[in-house]
């Protein structure tokens, strides 16, 4: 258009063109650089308020390791980690965040977002459910008492029906979709640790009648010896809290990797995820969980819990020991503290 103007017009035009344009450009960032600032983090304040969190914290002995899965029993429980990720893809760490520990059920918050994602929102309704149980992770009674039987994708139930619903010609295929949602997630390649892997197959009885339950209610969409292995393997992958807050951070950024800027999920389909996080992300104490931090999260019984303050920041912590619910006690405090003093919670 401007070019079709012609030449002498075009130089009578260009200052006030110029100095309007300049003028709307001022008055703009006077009024919005205050916001932008007011809403950003400072660095220096996120490393001061981690660091507090990881002294204060750190003395709390409260708690035990998980003891039903072997291996995890022999993890040092003086470990402590945080790390937090903003969506311009910095990470701040504090501790021990190059410790290597098994993700448990953390991971199955992830696999609902590919469910989701490759099957739909309406699928996950229908075929899991996505209420709360108010009963622990691996509760037997909370499939007989409710309809759907699985309940949601954060309770084991749920999360073994979600491996059941993923679409593969084999259990290597289907493998390979699993790991490479959570590659996809933290924004490098993980493993299997394979000691806890071969510890919690060796022990994991009650998961195998839990699926075979499922089975019986036509709940379970695939066979249950491969489900119930996939499954396992899932929850023996190994990360740090670094990658966790990656995790988190990819669902804070809109389900764009910060790291590799690539979309792991679709931006549309964050929004459920996270609400099913927030009602079901730490079990029977999510309720709590919500009243008391405001942030949709997801525990792991190795220790760590990621929560998500959407557009703001993902948040990781890690220390093994475990309440009674199965959620670490120290990492719990941490995020808790950390959101009081950064801001983040959704509610307010
Ligand atoms: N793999 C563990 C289990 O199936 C995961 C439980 C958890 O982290 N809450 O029991």
Redesign the pocket.
């Known amino acids: 258009m401007f070019n079709q103007i012609s030449a002498p017009l075009k130089q009578s035009l260009l200052p006030d063109v110029r100095s309007f344009a300049g003028c709307l450009a001022l008055l703009l960032i006077a009024i919005v650089a205050p916001m932008v600032q007011a809403k950003g983090l400072a660095p220096a304040d996120i490393e001061r308020v981690l660091g507090e969190a990881h002294r204060q914290f750190s003395g709390v002995k409260n708690g035990a390791n998980a003891n039903?899965?072997p291996a995890l029993d022999q993890v040092n429980p003086e470990l402590f980690s945080i790390s937090l990720m903003t969506p311009d893809g910095r990470v701040y760490d504090v501790g021990d965040s190059n410790y290597t520990f098994s993700i448990?059920?953390?991971s199955k918050a992830f696999i609902a977002a590919q469910v989701i994602e490759t099957q739909g929102k309406d699928a996950m309704l229908e075929q899991i459910g996505v209420d709360a149980t108010g009963q622990p992770?691996?509760s037997i009674k909370a499939i007989e008492m409710i309809d759907e039987r699985s309940v949601n994708p954060l309770v084991?139930a749920g999360a073994m029906a979600s491996v059941s619903m993923l679409k593969a010609d084999s259990p290597e295929a289907k493998w390979a979709q699993i790991l490479g949602t959570l590659e996809g997630f933290a924004g490098r390649k993980l493993t299997v640790m394979e000691d806890i892997y071969a510890s919690?197959a060796a022990s994991?009885d009650r998961?195998q009648a839990i699926a075979k339950l499922l089975e019986a209610y036509g709940r379970l969409y695939d066979d249950v010896e491969s489900t119930v292995d996939l499954?396992?393997r899932q929850?023996s992958v190994g990360v740090t809290s670094h990658d966790l807050a990656v995790m988190a951070g990819t669902l804070a950024a809109g389900g764009i990797n910060p790291v590799t800027q690539k979309q792991v999920v679709s931006r549309e389909n964050v929004p459920e995820i996270l609400a099913i996080m927030a009602t079901a992300g730490l079990?029977d104490d999510s309720g709590i969980w919500l009243y008391n931090v405001g942030l949709p999260a997801k525990?792991?019984?190795?220790g760590g819990i990621v929560a998500v303050a959407p557009g703001e920041y993902g948040i990781a912590a890690f220390s093994p020991r475990l309440d009674e619910a199965?959620n670490s006690v120290r990492a719990q405090l941490a995020i808790a503290y950390i959101v009081e003093q950064l801001g983040g919670n959704i509610f307010e």
């Open positions: 039903y899965i448990q059920s953390i992770f691996n084991n919690e994991n998961n499954y396992t929850c079990y525990s792991g019984v190795g199965g």
